[in-house]
């Protein structure tokens, strides 16, 4: 199938924009490999003190003819998506032995939950660890004693750090490795329905606390498709994971057999090998490009709209959300999972998952097919699902058919003919919206706003039942200089409500929402930031805003409103408690989000 006009043209577009930063990016990865393997230069002090707790592996070491494979694992028993990696490392081990080969953790990377902390101080926190995590990655290859790698990692902002701690590291050949949703339990369409009688005060805290626990009640990532799950697709479509990893469960004999044999491919790709693949191959210009189409055919979490232009930079990929819109504008929606669906991650797999969509891309044209993988054989390779032959995973050719159309169509016939999300521009600036869980009919407000300086004054209002009419929520000061850029995810609840009584709401914010809002139409990441002087910051109660995700509009109707001066607020709130003092370096350095809100490029 010939490839689609739009996706050429815009491939070429960011080939030629990121041509200067792209080349010395890649000349830095073939000095970085030119030096050889990395142990031959280390004094025998240094390897005697790398190996001195490698056990049975030591001797192997010292040969240095047999490939080391460095562990960066995010490993913590608090949070259900991280726990099944307590594991990983011994069947890493014993995966690189079988080969002829050694492996080591390399280092842990701190890895925190966003639904813990949604609403709470430690939110503020959240986007901030994706450039933390980048930096402990770096700080644990930095030893230099590895010919390959495998990462462990999950969540929201973990796989970005990752991704760029690994470019970063480009010339070491590496596997992501998942650990596997939770298996499902009580919907999340059940569960979102509790939270929303518990915010009317239809129901106690008992009852909204048993719906949670029947949720979330065992290992693996949160079973919705947010930022977590985006994450895991992102690797399958950009061919950082093995073909069909990212959805199994935990703790299974599949499971397990991929782990396995993700270890011994890095292996098989290491310098020492024939068959030498670094990261800085597979993630080129086609592969975010690949990947940017997966975003869209899934509705995938808006929060990639930042990681993905980061991840890009570390590169020496320059994206703009110009590239996603217009990517966006020829990929058909070919997922329903919640929260534009009822089905969960699990259900969506089951019903032919990430193989049948990419079979189904390829032949419409809509993906780059030639892009190196870590599975071999192009992005082709990846319409395969994993078997278990006599206790090792092999691969065999997908379903070639929807297993369930409710969930998962053909390119042929889409849920809806664009992809999941819209960038919106106009005299407010720019934005984006998740639009495929929003309904047609809510795709448009025109209304008063409603201006709050943080998220809680929106709980509040709403409670008072002050907003009574059709309205634009404007939640500002809440961009990543500002505060961190949370997401403002605990607010859905309260929107909704609003939505469920008729009135026609809006939400506008230079804030974050997460991958797992819906309904509730929310122009987010709103660039300049308030604190900036965006035009944000010159909004008043009652000024008519116009939020338009069919046309892409984000226009302040009251004229005059651009000659004010912008609102000044005291955010010393934000300076201090839960770690926040740690970062004031963070806030005061940090990029805007349509440029990735990173402090490191």
Known sequence: MTLNDTIARVTDRIIERSEGPRGDYLARMNAARTKGPARGHLSCSGQAHAYAGAGPDQSAMVTEQAPNLAIVTTYNDMLSAHQPFERFPELIREAARAVGATAQVAGGVPAMCDGVTQGEPGMELSLFSRDLIAMATGIAMTHNTFDAAVYLGVCDKIVPGLIIAAQTFGHIPTVFLPAGPMTSGLSNEEKSQVRQKFAAGEVGRDALMQAEMAAYHGPGTCTFYGTANTN?????????????????????????????????????HSDLSDDYLPVCDVLDEKAFVNGIIGLNATGGSTNLLIHL????????????WQDFSDLSEVTPLLARVYPNG??????????GGLGYMIRELLGAGLLHPDTKT???????????????????????????????????????DPFQPTGGLKRLSGSLGNAVMKVSAVKPEHQIVEAPVRVFNDQEEVKAACKAREIEEDTVVVVRFQGPKANGMPELHSLTPVLKNLQARGINVALVTDGRMSGASGSVPS????????L?????????????????????????????VLDRDPVRINLGANEFGLGRELFAQFRRSVGTADTGASVLF
């Open 232 to 268: 895991q697709m992102l690797m399958e479509f950009m061919g950082m994971h093995l073909p069909g990893a990212s959805f199994v469960t935990p703790n299974t004999e599949m499971r397990d057999a991929l782990t396995r044999a993700g270890a011994q491919r890095a292996l098989a």
């Open 309 to 320: 232009v980061a991840m890009a930079r570390a590169g020496g990929i320059i994206l703009d």
């Open 342 to 351: 009822l089905a969960d991650v699990n259900h969506f797999h089951a019903a």
């Open 374 to 412: 870590v599975g071999g054989g192009g992005l082709e390779a990846y319409t395969q699902e994993p078997k278990l032959k006599g206790g090792d995973v092999v691969w065999e050719e997908g379903t070639a058919q929807s297993l369930n159309k409710r969930i998962l169509r053909p390119a042929a």
């Open 523 to 530: 122009a987010i990441h709103v660039s300049p930031e308030a």
């Open 532 to 560: 900036d002087g965006g035009a944000i910051s010159k909004l008043q109660d009652g000024d008519i805003l116009r939020v338009d995700a069919v046309k892409g509009d984000l226009e302040i109707v009251t004229p005059g």
